[in-house]
């Protein structure tokens, strides 16, 4: 027995449904089915309580207003729905330097240090106020080097107290764990029925995909913390940066502890700054981490990153053979969906090319080439890592220790050194290079010219879709598929 769906008011046949040649004008209305609202609802509601959600701002200054903070929260949101890649890319940074600052602390003794006390660091969470001194924000590496010089106590506060000072709803998170899941659900049936989808729905699913890799990486932040704690030190900024030697004598750019760990790469100080155009705080030492840090990630994590954007950007290669309003759309929709894929994939191999001319890794094969001639300063930190910890920076005590003692000795010298191989190289890299920035805004421009492209498609098919797309899934009709 055939069923009948309404549609634009009129009755359709579900066989004429199965027609992938026929299409419907218009606005559809849904009463007893999927309609233009019902497709749009749920996208729009999925792609919201994600982004929403998942977005974790840092600590505001303490004069931001109400309205100022929710502007900046909204605008995350915009670049979280246009650009997720790029809030991803933030939120793994922020993991990665979380995870590093984790091994530090218990390597050196505190266990009680996680991953929450180094997001609430990183975020802004802490303010030093030295005595007779401007006080300023500093991040989880620099409060180590407080610790170690005995400048500040361990901080008391913790991971429970941190986490009731953020305004993570769980209610919200649920509701859009159900809404992104019924998205997903829907796509899968769709797909198992060989029914039609929107490309709004295509889209939808994809920003919850990239999304869902940023609140993994998010999701010991707190969220909307409006305020930090304030240490206080007997010591004064000018004392610590005496006892520090040379290596803060160099003026510092955003807070006077730049000599220990300077400050991520931002968009609005590095890149804007390229261009004589800074659009970040001016306001120095910095009272407030800004959102557009990108800290520095290692190999894998950068692998890992690589390989999620990708997948994001070649989601939207599966409507490749879908039906569009116009022969013109579909070829447009096509090149778009390559050209976002392709920017992605070139984006990394340049950047990774520059990264390595930065941190000097290409010195010694423009030696051994004989394009450059040997210095002390060619040799890679990262190179240096690799050798063994265990020589002159072993202790006597560890060398006098005997089975499990010796061997855990070991293996914390061996984790510090390496963190302090891979941070001295992040902090010895080469300004951005004047290459690497002109092929990253024209690897940009296209990205951002294909991906505006596919935001105005979206909206603009619905007014000519295939008959299936307002199809509802009957599930009985999936199971027997599983």
Known sequence: MLNNTTIGGS??????????????????????????VDIMW??????????????????????????????????????????????????????ASARRSVKRFRKLGYPQWTLRHAFFADMGGIILKPKDSTPFVVNARQLVYLIEKNYLEFPTITAEEIWNMSKADTLSKLLTLLQASWLVLQLVGRAILRLATSTLELSAAAIVFCTFGTFVCWLQKPSDVTQGIVLESEATTEQILRDAGE???????HTPLDFVAKESFTVG??????????????????QRFSNDRFPDISTIEKFALFCWTTAYAAFHLIAWHWMFPTTLESLLWRIASLIITGTTVSFWVFETIAARQRFGRWDKYLIWLRLKKPCASDFSVDEEAQEDPRGDDVAPSALASSGKDKVKAVARLDTIHRLDAFEEEQKNAKPMLAWEVAIIFFVTIFYATA??????EVFISMRKMPLGVYQTVEWIQVLPHW
């Open 11 to 36: 009755t359709v046949n579900n066989a004429t449904l199965g027609n992938l040649h026929a299409s419907v004008i218009g606005w559809v209305s849904g009463p007893k089915g999927r309609g233009s």
């Open 42 to 95: 749920g996208s729009f509601l999925a792609i919201f309580l994600c982004t929403w959600t998942a977005v974790c701002l840092n600590i505001p200054h303490p004069k931001d207003s109400k309205f100022k903070i929710l502007r900046r929260k909204t605008k995350w949101m915009i670049w979280a729905i246009i650009g997720p890649e790029l809030v991803l890319s933030v939120a793994i940074g922020q993991y």
């Open 247 to 253: 290596k803060a004598a160099a003026p510092y750019k």
């Open 269 to 286: 100080y590095d890149v804007m700054g390229f261009f004589n155009l800074r659009c970040d705080d001016r306001e120095r030492p910095l």
């Open 451 to 456: 991906r505006a492209y596919m935001i105005l």
